[in-house]
């Protein structure tokens, strides 16, 4: 996942003198890396009374004096300044090892955001940039994507109505507050006794409270419904997990979640659309929900038909324990799937953690694309950064030797840390003054940190991940887009995911997993080709399962904002899980009340991951022909992929690199499916 720019357009400004700079500690980064108490609150104010001073001038230029540099191109410039002045504050939210000082970070962001709101609801600035004559394509490209973003908020409107869907979009997102914070403040747990726990491994039940004698206490975060859901022997155990997982805020969240559709259906009707799903797909490379239905409606025969082979499959394992089982529940599909894994795949994580030190996989990550691409990545030693174990690397381009971008790496975990892995674009990429900014971007992560002399050790599943954000990371570092906010990964919403998925299928690769591993005891020594090959293996064993998984709430996702009046979630979703995945879903449960996703930005936009994930594989396809160290398909790539940003749209781009329209076939391949399709028919959603 990314973490975009508070203030819509990233883009460079100027780094802040570091004034707590001490020889001693390293010289200053492309950022600044430590504050005392107070100082991020104070640069987070200026930046905002910069760019408002600025935006009430852009207001001011009299009608008759309007020029496009004086109002589009400056209120582009205003804005990429004060996104490269805050993005380095913000990320100190989520990294920063003071508490207090990211406390600061985290009241920086929230300012940031309501600055952010209020600038594109100005009808001042929008009168100012309206309608100015705009010379070059890119400016035109430019004013389009930046009128877009004020008239998506009613600024087409009259003053009466704008002010009526400002009211219902901050109604909504209450309501969507409101939802998210109930499922994370959600403290169901479930009493069990030792016996029911059966199968469950012993370092989850140590993590477990233990009100009496005998029993544990089982929340139903992702932890523990895991450990349960994998691992649980007896089935009535892990019905009862499921049932309640499923009914998490289940009263609450239902009727926020129908009452929010129904807001959703007043915006979109007032500002012009259809559908929420046609306002959402607006300005996306899917263009209206059509296109997204149709993409969806493609995907669900053949999925199907993968689910139905796999479920068999896993009604055989069943039958192991379990002789004369006639059929699947929907509480069995994970510790099912658990026991294939042990059972077909026999495959020890701690033993293939041994062979991917971080060094060797960050080393051979590098090796690969810098190939590809042209560019070396040069640790900088002795420069000031947040927290120990950081790490900042140059991004060198080899025809010349000048530094094109930064990265920081921040891989271990630390106390108080975001603990998911993503990627923070911090200085944005611009064209200004006739030179080239250097973009800056983080990856923040928790990987196992070194222990007792033992290094940093990663599973496939984390080196996986790090290919995925160093996707992302490159789309930031190579851009070369004249505009912050259309520069990096600034693209379309349903694109953002395409060049990260794409490298992860690097991560598979049998010689590319040799150049990431080396013992740690011994980096002469590769992964040995039989554990390899045996882990390759496992990547196909539950595709239908996961990606039908994704088919079915993007469709209902799709279903709940293309219908007009009221909607019923829970009736919409247990019908598509018996459709799609064959079996009836668990009785009473209410699911969507349990999806952040519906309540947190996915809404009409879940189908991305699917959509963003047929694209990524069309384009390793061609990777995977030319070779994947072929330096003129990297070259195409970078071209592009990488260099564009948002300077066009996503579909020409992906043309461009490809050769020919993006077909679903690589996806089919990808599911072992090949009855019946055509491998070059065209995803069609470009009509
Ligand atoms: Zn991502």
């Known amino acids: 996942m990314v973490r975009q720019g508070s203030g819509q357009t990233p883009g460079p400004g100027k780094i802040p003198p570091d004034s ?10 492309p950022v600044r890396a430590r ?7 104070i640069l987070a104010d200026e930046a905002i009374r910069a760019a408002n001073s600025s935006l009430n001038e852009i207001a001011a230029v009299q009608p008759e004096q309007r020029t496009i540099s004086n109002t589009l191109i400056r209120f582009e410039k205003t804005m990429g300044d004060f996104t490269d002045r805050t993005a380095p504050l913000t990320l100190m939210a989520y990294v920063y090892p003071d508490r207090a000082i990211a406390d600061e970070g985290s009241l920086a962001e929230e300012k940031a955001g309501t600055f952010s709101i209020e600038v594109f609801t100005r009808r001042d600035l929008y009168d100012a940039i309206r309608g100015q004559v705009h010379g070059t394509p890119e400016e035109l490209r430019l004013y389009t994507n930046t009128i877009r973003l004020f008239e998506r908020n009613g600024l087409a409107l009259p003053d009466d109505k704008v002010s009526l869907v400002r009211d219902w979009k901050s109604n909504l997102a209450r309501m969507e507050t409101r939802f998210s914070s109930n499922l994370n403040n959600d403290n169901i747990s479930l009493e069990y006794r030792a016996d029911e726990l059966e199968g469950v491994p012993r370092e989850a039940l140590a993590t477990l409270a233990k009100p009496k004698n005998g029993t544990y206490l089982v929340t139903t975060k992702y932890p523990d419904y895991y450990a349960v859901m994998k691992n649980a022997n007896r089935s009535e155990t892990r019905k009862r997990m499921l049932y309640a997982f499923v009914n998490r805020q289940a009263g609450e969240n239902t009727k926020l979640l129908e009452d929010a559709i129904m807001v959703r259906q007043q915006i979109a009707h007032e500002l012009g659309y259809k559908t929420w799903a046609d306002y959402k797909t607006d300005g996306r490379m899917a263009k ?17 038909t993968r689910i139905r082979t796999e479920l068999a499959g896993l009604l055989e394992i069943k039958r192991t324990i379990e002789p004369g089982a006639t059929d699947i529940r929907s509480w069995d599909i994970l510790y099912l799937q658990e026991l294939q894994r042990r059972q077909q795949y026999a495959l020890d994580d701690e033993i293939i953690r041994q062979y991917f030190p971080l060094d060797v996989v960050t080393a051979g ?15 900088e030693k002795d420069v000031k950064v947040w927290a120990e174990g950081v790490r900042l690397y140059r991004v060198v381009n080899q025809s010349n030797g000048s530094t094109q971008a930064c990265i920081y790496l921040d891989l271990f975990p630390r106390e108080g840390k975001y603990g998911h892995l993503m990627t923070s674009g911090l200085i944005g990429g611009r064209m200004e003054n006739g ?4 973009p800056v971007t983080a990856i923040v992560g928790n990987f196992r940190a070194p222990n007792n002399g033992i290094p940093s050790l990663l599973s496939h599943d984390d080196v996986v991940g790090l290919f995925h954000e160093f996707g992302h990371t490159l789309h930031n570092s190579l ?11 600034n693209v379309e919403w349903d694109f953002i995911e395409t060049p ?18 080396g013992h740690y005891t011994d980096h002469s020594k590769k992964i040995p080709p039989e554990l390899r090959n045996r882990l390759i293996r496992t990547r196909d064993m539950d595709t239908g399962v996961v990606y039908g998984r994704q088919l079915m709430i993007a469709t209902e996702d799709m ?13 919409i979703s247990e019908r598509l899980y018996q459709e799609i995945m064959g079996i009836p879903p668990i009785e009473g449960g209410h699911e969507p009340a349990t999806i952040g996703h519906f309540m947190g930005g996915y809404d009409a936009g879940y189908y991305s991951y699917l959509w963003s994930n047929v694209y990524a594989l069309n384009i390793y396809e061609r990777f995977r022909k030319d070779g994947l160290s072929n330096q003129t398909t990297g070259r195409d790539y970078k071209r592009w992929i990488l260099e564009p940003g948002n300077m066009q749209d996503g579909s020409v781009l992906l043309r461009g690199f490809l050769g020919h329209e993006p077909g679903i076939g690589p996806f089919y391949k990808h599911l072992g499916i090949t009855r019946g399709i055509n491998a070059s028919t065209p995803v069609d959603h470009e009509k």
Do not use: C, R
Request: aromatic letters at 14%.
């Open 500 to 517: 990260s998925q794409a490298f992860e299928n690097w991560a598979w690769e049998p010689d590319v997993l040799d150049s990431l591993s």
């Open 20 to 29: 707590s700079f001490s020889p001693a500690d390293g010289a200053a980064g």
């Open 35 to 41: 504050y005392t108490t107070g100082e991020i609150t």
């Open 479 to 489: 851009t070369t887009a004249p505009y912050a906010s259309l520069s990096g990964y």
């Open 365 to 379: 990550m590098f090796d690969q694309y810098s190939g590809l691409f042209g560019v070396d990545f040069v640790e």
């Open 288 to 304: 209206s929900q059509e296109n997204v239905v149709n993409f969806l409606a493609e995907l669900k025969e053949p999925l199907k």
């Open 435 to 438: 030179s080239y900014s250097i």
């Open 559 to 571: 279903e709940f904002h293309t219908t007009k009046g009221p909607v019923n979630v829970t009736g």
